[in-house]
């Protein structure tokens, strides 16, 4: 009797774990868990960040909490934006985050956003890109209530209020206006890569790399000179792994004459490598923003040139354009910051007394 009892029972708990109601009913529990877990977790981290505002008021009172969301937020570059947005923000009546500045775990934009949305900030600065899932989380701040300002990347599609970018056109056509130099002094036809960032969906690259192309073709006035053009990819993941694509560069048969970088990161990357590959006066570098090592580059002649990008005018411009639309509901659609060339012709006034170092 207690053997036909345990065979029944076998029996039907085998029936449920085949019944496919069975295995529904477990999986949605799992999933409904992992959501809950997010959930508290995005809350977890808001709180964090909301007693650290709190304790850094000093006394002082802020009439709006804005937060600025990029995946880069360790970069000189977006530093330097940060800071120069932090400090006007600070003159207007506003505190402003760099959201994610000093968490352990990396968080991606479209969690950083559930978390600024869920806080109800007053305003969110954002480095976007033109994927769908971001379009969603730009309007779904808005329908929040919530302003959103796009920062060097821009989404056209969303609901933003403003975009604060570069005349990417015009970085484009300064690069260009350099490698037809390159290729005058060195008088042969040059073998052009540009760097960009793999599965980016920014149009921002795309448009440089219009510029460069249709300036070179328009301005080139020695027939005796060609271009040809290829594309690399960058994984932009880490710096770790920012190097190992520079490293496989640099490990092919032929390498390229000129190597046009979109990034800070990038240019770095290929000043070192250059160097240690012993590749110095063979490869011309065009780099992008400043930082010491790029500025020592140039000063050394192993960077040709790079594109300063006026970063505390981005950062001004992100304060002033979420301040304006928060007072007359509506403010300029793109504001575009300010960008210069440095070479060897000018570089003693950025390198100071290090140039002599």
Do not use: H
Not at 10 to 23: H, V
Not at 28 to 33: E, I, K, N, V
Not at 49 to 62: A, C, D, H, N, V
Not at 159 to 180: H, K, N, P, T
């Amino acid at each position: 009797m207690e053997k036909k009892r345990e065979k029944s029972a076998t029996k039907r708990t085998e029936k449920r774990q085949q019944s496919p109601g069975y295995n529904l009913t477990g999986l949605l529990f799992a999933t409904g868990g992992a959501v809950l877990v997010t959930v508290i977790l995005i809350m977890g981290v808001f709180q964090m960040y909301l007693k650290r505002f709190q304790g850094e008021k000093g006394g002082q009172t802020y009439e709006e909490y804005y937060v600025m969301l990029t995946q880069d937020k360790k970069s000189d570059f977006w530093q330097a934006i940060y800071e120069s947005a932090y400090l006007e923000g600070l003159s207007q009546g506003v505190y402003i985050d760099l959201l994610s500045n000093d968490l352990s775990q990396d968080y991606s934009i479209q969690e950083l956003m559930d978390i600024a949305i869920y806080a109800k900030v007053d305003g969110i600065i954002v480095e976007a890109d033109e994927s769908l899932r971001m379009t969603e989380q730009i309007n779904k701040a808005v329908s929040a209530g919530i302003p959103v300002v796009t920062l060097y990347g821009d989404n056209t599609q969303s609901e933003r209020c403003s975009y604060v970018g570069l005349g990417y056109y015009d970085i484009g056509r300064e690069y260009g206006r350099q490698i037809l130099r390159i290729a005058g002094e060195k008088g042969k036809s040059q073998n052009v890569a540009m760097l960009v960032e793999a599965g980016s969906e920014k149009t921002s690259q795309n448009i440089v790399i219009s510029g460069i192309q249709e300036t070179i073709a328009q301005e080139n006035t020695d027939e005796t000179l060609s271009f040809q053009y290829s594309m690399i990819a960058v994984d932009g993941a880490s710096d770790f792994t920012v190097e190992e694509s520079i490293r496989d560069l640099f490990m092919q048969e032929e390498i390229p004459d000129i190597i046009v970088c979109l990034g800070a990161r990038d240019t770095a990357c290929v000043y070192q490598a250059v160097v240690d590959y012993n590749k110095v006066g063979q490869v011309s570098i065009l780099g992008y923003y400043t930082s010491e090592a790029i500025l020592k580059g140039i000063d050394r002649g192993v960077i040709d040139a790079t594109i300063m990008v006026d970063t505390a005018q981005m950062g001004r411009y992100c304060v002033d354009a979420l301040k304006e639309y928060k007072s007359l509901g509506n403010t300029s659609e793109y504001f575009a910051a300010d960008i210069s060339l440095i070479d060897k012709n000018n570089i003693e006034q950025y390198m100071g007394d290090s140039a002599d170092e």
